[in-house]
């Protein structure tokens, strides 16, 4: 690799200052806005076509072709092969799906379901972690950390277990699933419960990173959005390197947005699409920063000269209020998103839309997903809910092709499964709304008469 083909730049056009790829920021040193990771692409070997990298599943002894990530690492060329590190993540499927297709109201063969929560720790951000921990491993890090409602902090667990480093989580007090708690006890985290929800935990520990000289690896890391690029690649790859006509995604940090349109932005530079796909990011309604800014406040990307102002002041106003989130869909429970401008970006390459969905429509477009086949924790299914609601306003065509990316394992979170179904949801996890898919369990006596009636003779 050429190192001079490689750096960070700050993505604000009136900044741009430029940094080193083997710099450690998790904001640009001169105004403090987010960086990217930038590639000199006539400096680094590039595919003359996408089709090509499908000769690297004949090499599975090779662990980073077998990766879902590293079988595309030219398009993520920041380190060499001795700095990768991976666990075989990104074995993900995409399927299409007619019955949760139906429930969106599109036609027959017109909806897919990117599953990533086939990944090691059982969420997409094994795809960003497995970049983030190379570059950490390229600089020489020893301890890492970062912030999370919960997948976050299972997948930096369990890379860290691997890559003998020391892992710190912090987690707000009864914010974060079991399921996903669990993880990272599990693989070892030094785990802190701070009294406080995400944006809280976010705040202390860049405070605690900065201090302590701790890698922090939440999105504002450049590095875990590099990751997260390739789920579009393995999507464009099973629908034979054809874009579909929409992505649609649940927005929490907006990790997965940004990376989604940064992806999206270099194959067209690189000739490697004809055409970008439109993006759809979906916000719980207790969670709905993003709709606000770009719905109510009209707030644009406009060339990288987008108002920051204005996020400082929606941030400012929120303390105000006293405004809190709150969803069932904890992986998406985020106020202030990080990534807020980069998503911007990505709704500008993309002329993406944003929408927000109630926790009732995200828990019937979760039970939908599970009577047809798959299991998803509930952000997933906001990407589901929100293609309902796109097309019902005929903003997506009924006979459009999209892809409805479900980014973790319904094990993630199974007391909001059994909640949705019983109606006995965990003290603060109430959901208001009818629950029109709800599949009781029945009480039988232990009676083979009774049990054959129940059942149906």
């Not at 990771?37 to 690297?56: E, G, H, N, Q, T």
């Not at 874009?243 to 270099?266: C, H, Q, R, T």
Request: aromatic letters at 8%; charged letters at 20%.
């Amino acid at each position: 690799m050429n190192p001079n083909a490689v750096y960070q730049k700050c993505i604000h056009a009136d900044c741009g200052a430029t940094c080193d790829v083997g710099d450690v920021h998790v904001a640009c040193p001169v105004c403090g806005e987010l960086l990217d990771v930038v590639y000199d692409w006539s400096k680094l070997p590039v595919p003359a076509r996408l089709a090509d990298f499908a000769a690297r599943w004949a090499g599975r002894a090779n662990p980073l072709d077998f990766s879902g990530v590293w079988r595309f690492r030219e398009l993520l060329n920041f380190c060499d092969d001795r700095c990768r590190v991976t666990l075989g993540e990104g074995q993900t499927l995409l399927t299409p799906n007619a019955g949760v297709g139906r429930y969106v109201g599109l036609k027959d063969g017109g909806l897919f379901l990117q599953y990533e929560g086939l990944n090691p720790s059982g969420s997409f951000k094994d795809n960003g972690m497995t970049a983030a921990f190379s570059h950490a491993r390229l600089v020489g890090a020893r301890r890492v950390a970062c912030a999370s409602t919960g997948n976050t902090s299972a997948s930096l667990a369990l890379y860290a277990a691997h890559a003998g480093m020391q892992s710190i989580v912090f987690v707000g007090s009864g914010r974060i699933a079991f399921g996903k708690l669990a993880q990272a006890l599990d693989y070892g985290a030094l785990t802190l419960q701070i009294a406080g929800d995400f944006d809280a935990c976010m705040r202390r520990v860049k405070e605690a990173a900065k201090r302590l000289g701790l890698y922090l690896m939440n999105s504002v890391n450049p590095f875990r959005l590099e990751g997260q690029k390739t789920i579009m690649l393995r999507v464009l790859e099973a629908l034979a390197w054809q874009a579909p006509d929409w992505i649609v995604v649940p927005g929490g940090n907006l990790g997965n947005s940004s990376a989604f349109g940064k992806a999206f932005g270099e194959l067209k530079e690189l000739g490697l699409i004809d055409r970008v796909p439109r993006l759809a990011v979906i916000n719980a309604a207790g969670a709905d920063t993003l709709d606000r800014l770009v719905n109510q406040k009209k707030l644009r990307w406009n060339g990288g000269q987008y108002d920051k102002a204005a996020l400082a002041e929606d941030w400012a106003w929120q303390d105000r209020t006293h405004r809190l989130p709150h969803t069932i869909a904890s992986a998406i429970e985020i106020a202030r998103p990080v990534n807020a401008a980069k998503c911007l970006r990505a709704l500008s390459i993309c002329d993406g839309v944003v929408r927000s969905v109630s926790d009732a429509e995200i828990l019937d477009a979760k039970a939908q997903v599970g009577r047809c086949g798959l299991g998803c924790e509930p952000a997933s299914a906001a990407s589901v809910a929100g293609a309902r609601r796109l097309v019902e306003e005929g903003v997506i065509d009924r006979d459009a092709r999209v892809v409805c990316i479900l980014t973790g394992h319904a094990l993630k979170d199974p007391d909001a499964t059994v909640g949705y179904h019983t109606g006995r949801f965990a003290p603060g996890k109430e959901v208001e709304g009818p629950r029109n898919f709800a599949n009781l369990p029945v009480q039988v006596d232990d009676d083979i008469d009774a049990i054959c009636r129940a059942v149906g003779e």
